[in-house]
């Protein structure tokens, strides 16, 4: 069974900053069908990359996505205050999620 | 314009049912794959179940022999049967559209929420 662990649980920045968000599959995938997606609180989850490197439609390329193996990453190049949200990263199952907080 | 408007959630007894709609416009749920997605109270995202545009379907182990996924061509919805319900499916329900089977999920619902509780 496919298990996505992203690091950290939270991450404490300031906007204009960088972050960088890591999911990390428990075997090999295919990155055709990893995601990643946005949440912002009593919101449903927005998709922002999709395999694994491009961006949806009217996503900022601030974004981007990138991988290495069996690691993922997900890169804000500068934190804007609408970004301060949790990330999850998906192959079908999601990630335990990235809590974006403000410093 | 796509749109996913859930309803049907409510609350429940433990070992009851319910069935959640989801209701398409803007595109065609047939020709998609169309997922279930929950999250309960405080928690992260949890995929539930999958129709393929085939008619396959797919189920998450939590799940499995216990909901199921269905879907209306002609009324263009989504549907989701939940039998023998327990306090862990207390959530919040999200329908969602891919185009393919990776199911990146490009449109979801607003969600509709299920309590099961006595």
């Known amino acids: 069974e496919l298990v996505l662990t992203q690091s950290p649980g939270t991450l404490s920045l300031s906007p204009g900053e960088r972050a960088t968000l890591s999911c990390r599959a428990s075997?090999?995938?295919?990155?055709?069908?990893l995601a990643w997606y946005q949440q912002k609180p009593g919101q449903a989850p927005r998709l922002l990359i999709y395999?694994?490197?491009s961006r949806a439609t009217g996503i900022p390329d601030r974004f981007s996505g990138s991988e290495s193996g069996t690691d993922f990453t997900l890169t804000i190049s500068r934190l804007e205050p609408e970004d301060f949200a949790v990330y999850y990263c998906q192959h079908w199952t999601f990630g335990q999620g990235t809590n974006v907080e403000i410093k | 314009e796509v749109q996913l408007v859930e309803s049907g959630g409510g609350l429940v007894q433990p070992g009851g049912s319910l069935r959640l709609s989801c209701a398409a416009s803007?595109?065609?749920?047939?020709?998609?794959?169309m997922s279930w997605v929950r999250q309960a109270p405080g928690k992260g995202l949890e995929w539930v179940s999958v129709i393929y545009s085939a008619g396959t379907t797919y189920y998450a182990d939590s799940v499995k022999g216990r909901f199921t996924i269905s879907r209306h061509n002609s009324k263009n919805t989504l549907y989701l049967e939940m039998n023998s319900l327990r306090a862990e499916d207390t959530a919040v329900y999200f329908c969602?559209?891919?185009?393919?089977?990776?199911?990146?999920?490009?449109?979801w619902g607003q969600g509709t929420l299920v309590t099961v509780s006595s």
């Open positions: 395999g694994a490197s």
């Open positions: 803007g595109f065609t749920v047939k020709t998609n794959y």
């Open positions: 969602a559209r891919s185009n393919d089977s990776t199911l990146n999920l490009d449109y």
């Open positions: 075997q090999s995938v295919t990155s055709s069908y």
